[in-house]
């Protein structure tokens, strides 16, 4: 461990690094703004090095080359969030609970979004390329949070709190599929509706609205009642 923390303070001097960043840190954080921008076809080695200001060998000592900085840009990322999913799709006990939860879900996939704009751009870009190497870490996290997300809906069935004939995996989609939405559409929002979920008032409304679409749908309850006494 020391003799390793040695070369990385050894290979940081003279390389245009602050002092106290380290150079497995610096190729990160490189890495997360190339891969963001230009994919991880479209992103080279030398590109790397050069944004991070480091020898381009150090690409391939810390990871192995540019797929192994990939996998671990996007791994422990995915990991932190199903921490997260885990944490907050606990089984819900009531209508009241379950709204709670999957607003508090909505959040911190907003807040991520806020935090680290460029390695969600880079889930987005991967994830519509299906390029391999990003299928097999998505499977290890991300599709991981999708599923919890369904047992959590599961739950919910088994609970009595949502129909017993709703389809959990269709309905997880619909909620990742609107919180997605809003992540990707955001900078085009906030330029044609001056709409953007880095304002916290807007950000509420929407995780709010998310929840309550979901729980209650959208026809008025006079008209529900209409509907249900029409159909028998």
Known sequence: ???KAAKRASHSNGNGIRPNE?????LISAGIKLFASK???GTTVKDIAETAGVNISLVSYYFQGKEGLYRTCLEKFGKDRLVAAKR???GPTSVEDMKVRLELFSDEMFECYLREP???SIIHREADLSHPLAVEVFKGSFIEIFK???VFLNAAVENGILRKNVNT??????IMACITYFMRSDKLSAELFDLSIVSPKYREEVKN???QIFLEGIVSHTVSKEVRVASR
């Open 1 to 3: 461990m020391k003799q």
């Open 22 to 26: 380290r150079t497995d840190d610096a």
């Open 39 to 41: 994919g991880l076809e």
């Open 88 to 90: 907050l799709l606990v």
């Open 118 to 120: 460029d390695l969600v």
């Open 148 to 150: 919890t997300l369904v």
């Open 169 to 174: 995996h269709i309905a997880a989609s619909s």
């Open 209 to 211: 609205q998310i929840s």
